[in-house]
Each structure stands twice: as structure tokens, then as C-alpha cells.
T-cell receptor
Framework: AQSVTQLGSHVSVSEGALVLLRCNYS??????LFWYVQYPNQGLQLLLK????ATLVKGINGFEAEFKKSETSFHLTKPSAHMSDAAEYFC??????????????WGLGTSLAVNP | DAMVIQNPRYQVTQFGKPVTLSCSQT?????MYWYQQKSSQAPKLLFH???????NEADTPDNFQSRRPNTSFCFLDIRSPGLGDAAMYLC???????????FGSGTRLTVV
């Protein structure tokens, strides 16, 4: 079974600083990888995804992530943090269940705080 | 805009009193999911419908049931809510899960 590890349950950065949220996965097959953001009392919003092709993926709100197969990583970055980026971030990998349906395996999430 | 809509946003129910949460979608996605999310935790998949086929997660309590009368609507029924069922309930849709899920805004359930 696939799994997702997010290093650091809490990350704090200063406004304008680089944001780096780490995600490692385990998968025996080429993975589909996702980053979602969740603001308080809201659902999850897709930031970006990797399925095939270019390994550097650009998403919304200035975020991007790079799929590194050799490192089994899909870290999320943003060059300059904004106060509005404060939220919970989830990394996920898609796998097929026993019924051959795809479902998401979630990391535990990283809470990002942005300090003025 | 095409989207996933959950009603209500906030629901308060009494201990043991059946409650139903609803989800509708205008995306025409064939898969609909129900997740439970407790504070500071990742979403936990309860079950999903692949078209009309119901798929229950092995550890989903029998207290939780679901109905999907048509492509657009899906309901989560909690037959006898306990205090431990207080959580955010998230509905999501996808086209076979290949391109990521679209989530609703969630329903925050409080059990009193």
C-alpha cells in the first residue's frame, strides 16, 4: 500500500520568506501526487497535481512542486510567503483500491503559520 | 460555476437523533466521496460511490450510511450520532480519481 509522509506538522515562516513544505511518498508504481490547501472551517482546495510529464508543476497562488522520483519526494514551495497563505496543507497520493477504483492516501498535514 | 455544494454548513444534532447531510454537484463526476475530518487530522474516507456502486471502507462504523439517488446528489446518514461523531464532513467528487478531487465546503457537525 502506498503511504505519504509530511515532515513537520507545523511550519512557521516570516512574510516574504521562502515556503518549503515537505512530502515523501512510497509507491511501487508511478504515482499521481497532489497538494491541497485547507483554510479554517473550509473544504480542501486543489493547489496542484502531478500525473505525468513535466516534473515541475505550477499551481495556484504562486505555489509549485517538483516530483523527484529518485528521492520519492513532492515538496511544495513558494518563493515569498503572504499572510493569506496561513492554512493547513495536505499532500496526497492516488492509488487503486481492491475494486480498481482510485482513491487518495493522505499525509497528516502541515499547518503553515506566516508571521508579519 | 460548476461546483460541489454541501448543506448545511453547520449542523447541530442531539445525541442519538438521526441526522442527514447532503451533497450535490454540477460537475457530472461519476465518483462521489464522503470524508470525516476531526480537528487537526487528515480527512478519513468513509465510503464512496463509483457511479451507482457503493464502496464502504472496512473501518467505517455501521452507524454511517449513504445514499446516491442520482449522479448529482449524495447523502450521508448518521443513524445514532454519538459525541465522537462530531467532526467536519467533507463531500468530494472526481472523474475516476484521475485528476484530483473537487471538495465541497464541508458540514461542521456538532452533537449535543
Amino acid at each position: 500500500a502506498q503511504s505519504v509522509t509530511q515532515l513537520g506538522s507545523h511550519v512557521s515562516v516570516s512574510e516574504g520568506a521562502l515556503v518549503l513544505l515537505r512530502c515523501n511518498y512510497s509507491s511501487s508504481v508511478p504515482p499521481y501526487l497532489f497538494w491541497y490547501v485547507q483554510y479554517p472551517n473550509q473544504g480542501l482546495q486543489l493547489l496542484l497535481k502531478y500525473t505525468t510529464g513535466a516534473t515541475l508543476v505550477k499551481g495556484i497562488n504562486g505555489f509549485e512542486a517538483e516530483f523527484k522520483k529518485s528521492e520519492t519526494s513532492f515538496h511544495l514551495t513558494k518563493p515569498s510567503a503572504h499572510m493569506s497563505d496561513a492554512a493547513e496543507y495536505f499532500c496526497a497520493v492516488s492509488e487503486r483500491d481492491a475494486g480498481n477504483n482510485r482513491k487518495l492516501i493522505w499525509g497528516l498535514g502541515t499547518s503553515l503559520a506566516v508571521n508579519p | 460555476d460548476a461546483m460541489v455544494i454541501q448543506n448545511p454548513r453547520y449542523q447541530v444534532t442531539q445525541f442519538g437523533k438521526p441526522v442527514t447531510l447532503s451533497c450535490s454537484q454540477t460537475l457530472n463526476h461519476n465518483v462521489m466521496y464522503w470524508y470525516q475530518q476531526k480537528s487537526s487530522q487528515a480527512p478519513k474516507l468513509l465510503f464512496h460511490y463509483y457511479d451507482k456502486d457503493f464502496n464502504n471502507e472496512a473501518d467505517t462504523p455501521d452507524n454511517f450510511q449513504s445514499r446516491r439517488p442520482n449522479t448529482s446528489f449524495c447523502f450521508l446518514d448518521i443513524r445514532s450520532p454519538g459525541l465522537g461523531d462530531a467532526a467536519m464532513y467533507l463531500c468530494a467528487t472526481s472523474m475516476g480519481g484521475l485528476v484530483g478531487y473537487t471538495f465541497g465546503s464541508g458540514t461542521r457537525l456538532t452533537v449535543v
